[in-house]
């Protein structure tokens, strides 16, 4: 069965293995849940499954139960989701993790691709709006975005880290003869040589957008051989408690352990994290999540070794623009989308004081920044636009943070647009929140030197354009950054900002404007997270994701010369 | 003149591919000294140079001279060599190699690799003597392993690096075209992906084995844009001295900045290793040498990556045998070749209790050692054998362990073998010592449960052959490992070492005996160490080995059409 999945995915992870050298756009899904096939039926039994699974306990059959947790809160209505998900006893799994182990290492290359690929065409085929589902009432993302971002561009992603990890074990060919001499004699040996995964890896998800990042570790750890247990946030439980039971489901048809992938749940009260990450079992640690734990994560993790995703300052600079309000209209939809719950949001614009270079003349600063808040403003005021873009907030804290970064930007700058909760057209209990929008000038690093989870952004004057862009990458240097964002007609000032972040490690857009969002980072194509500043070590997904997940053990022996050989020579 | 060496070395880079993919043997260089031309010629130079450079200073200029440093001494003569290198303020020399990456970033991979693979050919056809002799008056070695051994096979080890590390870079493009529809919009993105070294790599050098490991480590690194700080042992300076000089003349030569490799000495009274590990800008460490060293800067160097190999048991399972002669001969042979004094020598013996199976039934435990030992005596009977396999003891320290062992070996055991000074033919004051054998039970793990560096060996009784390996490979997983020899005529027996060898991450080697050394490693070939152990987290070389030093950074904007290709659909 396993070989007839792998021959039977085999055009699709061609044409991924294509997408991934040329890295041109593609993918085998429907990118809308428009085109995706009867999806007013999927989309129907998906929510009849959630709700009828809501104030239920989850189906997960795993080991070394010892109890029940549950604490998500859906975003969208602040009721309990009232699931009730297995809790176990951590050493059970990586035991049961342990045993499951060897008869997965030693399967072909093939036949876990095959497996892997079969997953992700049955998250896709059968799964797809339960995930998104789950994940609207998780995280928080609006029904589009679900689909969309946590649906076909975290299978996709998905794919994309098979395709590196196939292309990192067949670097190593399975045997080879060597032969030379040594004084008269000729020393002639047989080589094999064997991938061996490293151990048992735990894959850290996140609270607002879990499948994304935690797919792609997941199947890069599985694809060379090792296996997972993955670690949800409490508040996002459901999207990867689904993900583990369909991997269960298709690790056993396949004639594997179940326990290769376990849920290992925590809750806000008493975290597992750190017992985790020090495990003496655990080997690979895939960690996205806060800037704070991320950093004990990569200085304790040892001897395991970590791919982290945590949190940055994500800049923008405005030097000259043609089209103000095409830029500032881009800048404010990408701002607003999912109310910047996303690690690729831009948080920080750096402008010259004097302000930005327009072919009509230079528009001053306050006005750059009074219709940037003016842009913003009106999609808080219209609720349906709000309801796609900035859907809901996934944790209350970020609320408390509006409230606090209010009196704080009003303390070091002016707010130029103050959070409101917005009217959701369809939940009119969703917790929500229109930006906050600051202005205020370089010098106030402690206010915006530091990511600020959710819809917050800060307009920061500083002396020119060149000074914008040294202030910008010094703070991505010191902060971290994952994107970054530069408008400029002056290629000699667009060539200063490719090598100035290219230094910072942020991936950088050029006069981007129009319907796509500027953060989109599209799988096997944009390279997402540098590894070069704190906002994560690992870039999803190139060699370095995949390499060290597997080594490389020989055995040699003198060879057996075969008799038809030995008779030719005689 | 950079375009120029790589189009002058790309036969020989692209051989060196294919024996990299194939695995088998090949050089382009003269494996004995013999075939080398002018050999005789090219060593009395070499001879020459290091008297004349003996008691004088060695002229290395670079940055940040604050005094000098030597304190080597020969082992063949036991006297000081008398040589000061020039000690170096360390933030002088990061901020050296600092100011020297980004022309070497910028540089094109064949730019690079041009340069390393002239860098190569110039070590072999200009210095290879006079490192040989170096590494002699340092380490100890033989003529003949520090020609073959820290000479061609480890020219052979950095092109091999060279190789894994363009194969990691050439799997990203640099540049795409991305076209993606978003709603009516057609949205199209020229990417550019540009490949940014991690920064400045600290490379450590051991005393014993300086350039095996060093050159392929720095290598790496440069390849991928990073300057390297290398940091030799104090008593081995001169190996990696003359590397640095040669090093920084063909850069020079090539347009760039010198200051990509300087050396950075220390001595035993203050070490600077610590210093070097957590400098705020050091992003990679190569580290040889001790186990407790490399602990530590495993664990320590974060957020610089490591790459280590450390020590460990390394371990022999005698089973079953169809000539005991040959095998206890290649096992003597090897246990002397160098005074163990190799990451690879094997150290621990596990025997069944009942003794060895060979065609003429079972020979007893004890006999076996005996006859061991019998073949270790008489290599150091005959001066002139000695001196070639055993050559001298680097450490005064490894002459007092051996004491210490001999004392401990008594107690926990029966001694075989004696340690003893024999006489070198040549060199009347080397430091010498022939093997300590110890026979001993398995319950003393506290005997041979480390590595005990230095010509020492341990025969230890276990229950029966699979207790025998059970024995050897939890040993493996718990105190390390590189190497293992496992001796049987049962392929079952086979099958399960390889099995279990595999999990416990040392490279196996299976029923050989004749003139090869039983822990040659082949470049192109063999991967040395496996990570899998406590013994080293790193693979000579594999693309984990090169494929996190350098990062991936884009760039994205939108595409300028063709005006041509605008008019044709018109």
Redesign the interface.
Known sequence: MTQHWYEQHRPRFERAQDAC?????WSPFAEMPGLYPDAAGAQARAQQGFAAQRGRPFALEQPGRIGSLGEEVSPYTQEPLGIAYPQADIDTLFDAAERAMPAWAAASIETRIGVLMELLDRLYREHLFEIATAVMHTAGQSANMAYAGSGVNALDRGIEALVQAE??MR???AQ?????G??S?E?V?D????L?P?GVAVCFACASFPTWNAWPSMLASLATGNPVIVKPHPASVLPMAITVRVLRQVLVEAGFDANLVTMALDSTAEPLGKRLVQHPLTRIVDFTGSARFGQWV??HA??AIVFSETSGCNTVVLESVVDLDAVLRALATTMCLFSAQMCTSPQNLYLPRAGVRTPAGLVPLDEVAQRLAAAIDSIGREPRRAAMLLAAIQSPQTLDLLRQMTAQGAAAGRVLLAPRPYAHPEFPNARTSTPLLVQTDKTQRGLYGQERFGPIGFVIACDDAADALTQATADVREFGGLTAFVYSQDETFIAAA?DA???A????????S???PLNFA?AY???HV???N?AG?A?LT???FV??RF????????AVLQPELQETTT
Chains 1, 2 share one sequence.
């Open positions: 050298r040329e890295r041109h756009c292309q990192a670097a190593v060919p080879a003869r060597w032969q030379r040594f004084g004699a020393i040996l080589k094999t040589y064997r061996v490293r990569e200085r040892h001897p490719e972040y290219a230094r490690g942020a991936q950088l857009t050029i006069n981007l129009g319907p796509m599209a194509s944009d390279f540098t590894g070069l704190p070590n870039s190139d060699l370095a390499a060290s080594r490389i053990v020989q055995s040699r022996r003198p």
